[in-house]
Every structure is written in structure tokens, then in C-alpha cells.
């Protein structure tokens, strides 16, 4: 090349820092260990949601029945915290499911990460990472906790709303009607 000539030098192979085989391992190890990791997550925060909204929804009933308790010979009176009752139930129920859905999602992302640790592709240069095994049902599952979560949560404030004010479903029956 001459000074002022516009001729590039001509391109080098290009070298990759590992090889083929090197990249694999790694790669294959990396999805394992996310396989492991989500598996883990999956238990640990389905017993942190389980644990709090049990904890809630169960004082909220065993204060609540722990109080009824003293108005047991007052049928008016309980009549009042009937739907109270309610509430802390279906937040329970809600609670549950939501807690099964966060455990459905973690559970298929760990799956996911085993189904990509492909064993084969650390031995045949043909082979790479494996199929995705779920798509749609993390999504669903992923929503459905969310909203059985903020549903069971909301719960609360039903149930507290309905604690402060027993009769207000019957006060606005009457006005309706």
C-alpha cells in the first residue's frame, strides 16, 4: 500500500477465543445452573407468598372467629360479620391458587432451562441447546398469579372495610330495592 492509496488490507480469519467445545460446556453449565436457580426460586417464593397471605387471611378468620365467639347468643349481631367471614375465605382461596400458579410458572421456567441444557450438544458439533418446551403456559400461568395475588390482596380491604361496616351490604340492598 502507498500513501493516499484507498486499498483496504486484506481481511484475517476471523479466531474465536474458544473453541466450538469450550463454548458448549459453558453454555451448557450456564442452563443448568438456571435450571437449578429457578427451581429454587420457584420454592422459595411460593412459601414466601403462601406463608403471607395465609398468615393475613387466617389471623384476619381467627381474630375474627375469636370475636364472633363473644356474640354467639346474638344472631343479629353475627348476621352483621357474616360477610366479613366471606372475604377472609375466598382471600384464603384465592391466596392458594395464586400460590399454585406462581409454582406452575417457576416450575415450567425451570423445565424450559433443563430442556435447553442439551446433553448431546457437549459431544456432537450438530447439535446446539434444545426446543423450548413451554411458551404459552408461563405467560397464563404468570398472569394468573398476578391477578389471583392483587384479587386475594384486595380481599384485605373487603374483609377490613367489611369488619368497620357489617351491614353495609344490607344498607345498600335496602336502598336499592
Known amino acids: 500500500m502507498t500513501e493516499g492509496s484507498t486499498d483496504t488490507p486484506p481481511l484475517q480469519p476471523k479466531q474465536f477465543m474458544r473453541t466450538r467445545p469450550e463454548v458448549a460446556e ?15 426460586l420457584a420454592g422459595q417464593y411460593g412459601r414466601w407468598l403462601l406463608a403471607s397471605l395465609l398468615l393475613i387471611h387466617g389471623g384476619a378468620l381467627f381474630g375474627l372467629f375469636t370475636f364472633l365467639s363473644e356474640l354467639a347468643d346474638k344472631p343479629d349481631a353475627l348476621a352483621r360479620y357474616q360477610l366479613t367471614v ?6 384464603l382461596m384465592l391466596t392458594l391458587f395464586a400460590g399454585l400458579c406462581t409454582w406452575a410458572n417457576w416450575t415450567l421456567h425451570s423445565d424450559n432451562y433443563d430442556g435447553w441444557a442439551n446433553k448431546p450438544m457437549l ?19 404468570y398472569w394468573a398469579a398476578l391477578v389471583l395475588g392483587v384479587l386475594a390482596s384486595l380481599c384485605i380491604v373487603g374483609g377490613a372495610y367489611s369488619t368497620l ?11 336499592v330495592v
Open 165 to 175: 361496616n357489617g351491614n353495609w351490604v344490607q344498607s345498600v340492598v335496602t336502598a
Open 86 to 91: 366471606w372475604w377472609f375465605v375466598i382471600g
Open 26 to 40: 459453558i453454555v451448557y453449565k450456564d442452563y443448568k445452573e438456571m435450571h437449578r436457580a429457578t427451581f429454587e
Open 123 to 141: 459431544w456432537d458439533p450438530e447439535e446446539w441447546a434444545g426446543a423450548t418446551r413451554h411458551t404459552w403456559a408461563i405467560d397464563f400461568f
